[in-house]
Structure formats: structure tokens, C-alpha cells
């Protein structure tokens, strides 16, 4: 496989080649659509009349908030953290998901649309989730590749993009 590697930090394993500038492409034709949408034409955020400020505005700021947390958390998890050997990452916030860095883009995007409410938005954003899963299921398998059954156990305990609700135990 062809990845794209961080030379300056040689215990990871490696991503997607076309990640960072897949993620920049689709960040500016969000911002399009969502700027043209709700900020122009208004053919699509008739719920912002239905759903008020007072709703809105509290759901899009806790939500972004989280973005944010998720993807600090991540970022500085991988890159912030120095490590004798690579290996597979389980804390902090990758004991709740896979990959932090994409749930907090994720959910950026999602906070965006709670502001405006703007359908469009939304359709596009269902787009922007296919592609996180298409380019962290290509980094899966490098990781499967390198950790092995570690990383098989991993995927079983923690979930991808989502957190897994464990089932209790009785």
C-alpha cells in the first residue's frame, strides 16, 4: 500500500495519501454550500423558524465544543506523545474511538449545521462521513497489518468513528 508517512514521527504507521487534501477539498465545498445556503439563498434552513435560538445555538455550541476536544485530544495523543516502539493507542480518547481526529471533524461539521439548520448542509455532511470511514477504514488496514491481533482486539473493544455501547454485564 501506498501511505502517506510522517517522517518527523516514525512510530506511526502511516495514512491515507489523499486524506489531508480529500478533507481540504471537502471543508471548502461544505463551506460553500452551507455559506450559500444558509447565509444567500435560504432554499433549505426553514427549520431554523421551527427550532429556536435558545435551542439551537446551546446544541451547536456543546456540540462543536466536542469537536474540538476530540480532535486536541487525538491530535496531541498521536503527535504530542512520545513512544519507545509503535504500537496500537488506547488512551485517553482513543479508549472511547478509533479515530478521535475524524469523530471531531465530524462533528465540527455538524455543529455548523445546528447553527444555521440548513438541510443542504446536512446532505453534504452525509458525504463528508463516507469519505472519514472510507480513508479510516484504508488506515485500519495498515494497522491490521502492522499490529496484528492487537489491533483486532482493539476494533473489537472500541468503536471506529462512534463509541460502542458496551453491554452490561449481569
Known sequence: MTTKKHHS?????GEHKLGDIGQL????????????DS????YSTFLRDVIPDYVRIPVAGTVLIASWYMARRGMKEVFGTERGRPGVIRTGVFRVVRHPIYLGA???YLGAIFITMSIASAA??????????????YEERI???EFGDDYDSYKKDVGMLFPKLRRLKS
Open 9 to 13: 514521527h516514525p512510530h506511526l504507521t
Open 25 to 36: 477539498i471537502l471543508f471548502f465545498l461544505f463551506l460553500g454550500v452551507w455559506i450559500t
Open 39 to 42: 447565509f444567500v439563498f435560504h
Open 106 to 108: 465530524i462533528l465540527f
Open 124 to 137: 453534504f455532511w452525509i458525504m463528508v462521513i463516507m469519505f472519514y470511514i472510507l480513508i479510516a477504514r
Open 143 to 145: 494497522l491490521t497489518e
